[in-house]
């Protein structure tokens, strides 16, 4: 029989940066890794990955203004709010980390890794753009700014706006959809938190010191995004010096909190599996085996399709 240890319970705390009260949630042992989160989200909406990513330290935050955040006393332009992440490691005892950003959270981390190179040990960027000069749908980014989609889960629209606007399993199945909204709503945002968000990003760019990146950096992407099209992946390959890129099939902008079991795998292999504590080790089972070798052929096919694809130069290997 597998013995199964159980991780720490997660811990909220409120800790205070540049005096602005920040809300935060650290659980789990072992190499820190900061989940930076997306565009007017909460800490709860990273359950579905959180519970995944075991052998480490995972720390999020609800941003300036979002979920159970104090708001900014003033507009933070970009490195101001990396700056208060930088802050926010300080405060937490934190030299370095990994850092995963996702979506909006994904333009903090490119900040930070640009800001403080030493603070950030290997970068994952997660449905997300450069900035400024990046490649978007117009008509998508006047419907993500809808004020409509702020408004409390249960109407039958605004569902159906959101399945729209984030495709992938998300888009095409409401009880998936229902799972991210049900944590959306656990520490819901008010319209402002949107709106000092918006204004952040409002003429950032990283492009023109992206090279600058000394930080090893993994892409994941979805190829049925309609937020992010996949074109931005290829700007971080070409312009990060050691960048590299898995592109997810069949994925909407969720990809991270509706398909977290087909990127854990990929996020471990590229942070390195952290090593179970000494006494903690169980043998395999026969199903682990088999799940082993049902993993490797899937990796085996899914580099012959690259392959084909011709997407093998700055795909994970």
Partial sequence: ????????????????????????????????????NGFGANLEVWDPLARLLRGRRLISFDAPGIGGSAPAPRRLRMPQLADIVGGLLDRLGVDSADLLGYSFGGAVAQQLAHQNPQRVRRLILAATIPGLGAVQRPSVVINLLDPRLRSAIGANRRQQQVARLVGGRSGADPDTLAVFERNRMLMPTAPSGYRSQFQTLLGWSSIRWLHTITAPTLVLVGDEDPIVPMINSRLFTRLIPDCRRYVLRGAGHLFPLDQPEEIIGVIDSFLGTPAEPAGRRSRPTFRDSAVKVRTAAGRHLTRRRRAIDGDTAADVG
Avoid: H, Q
Avoid at 14 to 23: A, E, N, P, Q, Y
């Fill in 1 to 36: 029989m597998r013995i199964r240890y159980s991780e720490p319970e997660p811990e909220i705390r409120f800790v205070t940066v540049d005096g602005i009260r920040l809300r935060t949630r650290n659980e789990g042992c072992g190499p820190p890794l900061l989940l930076i």
